[in-house]
């Protein structure tokens, strides 16, 4: 059995497989995912699981070295924000390595999306509650 905190096996398979710079994205329960990416169906009922949950699962075994957010996220859910950055900071601190975050407009995140490796939705209903993680080396 696997020792790591991620057990869910997309998940772990998805991580396993990324390389240097691929993206995921990780979203609220009404983002639309393209037909053409890989969807990781999460969502159970509204709010089950959250978004930082979920954030926090992936980021266990994910290394990460940038974030992509839409920038309606900052003024539409300014406390679903600053949980994001705070998670973002912790993630930075234990790994010693900087995470670049940038900003883009919804329409334009929306179609960032279809580069992802996959989407993992959420049960989140916290509008704008998105991002996109570029994956980093952990050496």
């Known amino acids: 059995m696997k020792k790591n ?17 691929d993206e995921i994205t990780i979203c609220d329960a009404g ?5 053409t990416t890989q969807r990781i169906d999460l969502a159970l009922i509204p709010g089950v699981p959250t978004f930082i949950a979920t954030v ?22 300014p406390e679903l924000h600053q949980q994001l950055l705070d998670v973002i900071a912790h993630e930075q601190a234990l790994t010693d390595n900087k995470i670049v975050i940038s900003y883009i407009e919804h329409e334009q995140f929306k179609q960032q999306t279809h580069t992802s490796k996959a989407v993992i939705r959420t049960g989140e209903c916290t509008p704008y509650a998105n991002v996109i993680f570029q994956s980093g080396v952990a050496f």
């Open 56 to 77: 926090k699962a992936v980021l266990s075994e994910m290394q990460i070295e940038g974030v992509i957010l839409a920038k309606e996220l900052v003024t539409i859910s």
């Open 31 to 35: 983002l639309p995912i393209p037909a």
């Open 5 to 21: 905190s991620l057990i869910n096996a997309e998940l772990s398979h998805l991580v396993a497989r990324l390389g240097h710079t």
